[in-house]
């Protein structure tokens, strides 16, 4: 059994900070691309920051700036720091990964969410 265990989030005010973190726990022989997806109520699910094997990212315009994703290989993790909080930056958070696995090929995982609440 492989899974996604997520750490982190709750309540912080405007302008505060926030690290979420994720790591993959199970059987698998490595990992690809690990990412943060976010879905704020009544909207749809969307990409927050990737990041590859080999550290490349790729950070979405709204919280580019803000947020700094990283992972550590040896862990199998991957990190999401977020700092100057917004209210629009509320939404349940979600882990992502491709664990590649015997026989299987890559398998796309998800965590089972986060929330986070920006508000005074």
């Known amino acids: 059994q492989v899974q996604l265990v997520e750490s982190g989030g709750g309540l912080v005010q405007p302008g505060g900070s926030m690290r979420l973190s994720c790591a993959a726990s199970?059987?698998?022989?490595?990992?690809?691309?690990m990412g943060w997806y976010r879905q704020a109520p009544g909207k749809q699910r969307e990409l927050v920051a990737t990041?590859?094997?080999?550290?490349?990212?790729n950070i979405a315009d709204s919280v580019k700036g803000r947020f700094t994703i990283s992972r550590d290989n040896a862990k199998n993790s991957v990190n999401l720091q977020m700092s100057s909080l917004k209210p629009e930056d509320t939404a349940v958070y979600y882990c992502?990964?491709?664990?590649?696995?015997?026989?299987?090929?890559?398998?796309?995982?998800w965590g089972q969410g986060t929330p986070v609440t920006v508000s005074s």
């Open positions: 992502n990964a491709g664990l590649v696995r015997r026989l299987l090929g890559v398998v796309e995982l």
């Open positions: 199970g059987s698998f022989l490595s990992i690809n691309t």
């Open positions: 990041i590859t094997t080999g550290g490349s990212t």
